[in-house]
T-cell receptor, first 117, second 115 residues
Framework: AQKVTQAQTEISVVEKEDVTLDCVYE???????LFWYKQPPSGELVFLIR??????QNEISGRYSWNFQKSTSSFNFTITASQVVDSAVYFC??????????????FGEGTQLTVNP | DSGVTQTPKHLITATGQRVTLRCSPR?????VYWYQQSLDQGLQFLIQ???????AKGNILERFSAQQFPDLHSELNLSSLELGDSALYFC??????????????FGPGTRLTVT
């Protein structure tokens, strides 16, 4: 069965520090997709990124970067030069391709990131 | 703003009652998903519909049911409510076929409080 583990429950940093959020996943499927979502204090879930299991190329988007390593089943998320507005709960999620007619996201427990001024 | 709308934003009701949560997907999205977020269980997938048909089912209780209508909006019905049903209920929609790999766009959620 699929599983996503975010071992860091809470992280607190000072503004401008770099911070990495860890995500480890388990799946028996060879084709799968990994996602990161952000949940700010307002409560909505905001889609950040999707990677498929065949694309291990790291991705950078502004201050955000993602490191996908199949060898360690990890999909870590780094925020460079963090800002107060980055304070949120961040969720890593997994979707497996075995479901040929539909899909579901399996979420990790989330990491509460607090960026202090 | 994801383009997914959910009503109501908040709902307070008593144990044993029945409520209906409503969701309208983003324009053009045919697939709708329901998730429950609670403190003890985290974010859990409930059910997915695609163009009116059920496509995937998670750990949805028998007291809960959902449907997707011809205009693509969806409703989640929760009956015989218990205190443990208090949670934030999210609806999401996705483009394309609603298959694995499609990014899901979430609505603002409905916060249900059962007293």
């Amino acid at each position: 069965a699929q599983k996503v583990t975010q071992a860091q429950t809470e992280i607190s940093v000072v503004e401008k520090e770099d911070v990495t959020l860890d995500c480890v996943y388990e799946t028996r499927d060879t084709t799968y997709y990994l996602f990161w979502y952000k949940q700010p204090p307002s409560g909505e879930l905001v889609f950040l990124i999707r990677r498929n299991s065949f694309d291990e190329q790291n991705e950078i988007s502004g201050r955000y970067s993602w490191n996908f390593q199949k060898s360690t089943s990890s999909f870590n998320f780094t925020i460079t030069a963090s800002q107060v507005v980055d304070s949120a709960v961040y969720f890593c999620a997994l979707s497996e391709a075995w479901e040929t007619s539909g899909s579901r996201l399996t979420f990790g427990e989330g990491t509460q990131l607090t960026v202090n001024p | 703003d994801s383009g997914v709308t959910q009503t109501p934003k908040h709902l307070i009701t008593a144990t044993g009652q029945r409520v209906t949560l409503r969701c309208s997907p983003r324009s053009g999205d045919l697939s709708v998903y329901w998730y429950q977020q609670s403190l003890d269980q985290g974010l859990q997938f409930l059910i997915q519909y695609y163009n009116g048909e059920e496509r995937a089912k998670g750990n949805i209780l028998e007291r809960f049911s959902a449907q997707q209508f011809p205009d693509l909006h969806s409703e989640l019905n929760l009956s015989s409510l218990e205190l443990g049903d208090s949670a934030l209920y999210f609806c999401a929609s996705s483009p394309r076929g609603g298959l694995a790999g499609d990014e899901q766009y979430f609505g603002p959620g409905t916060r249900l409080t059962v007293t």
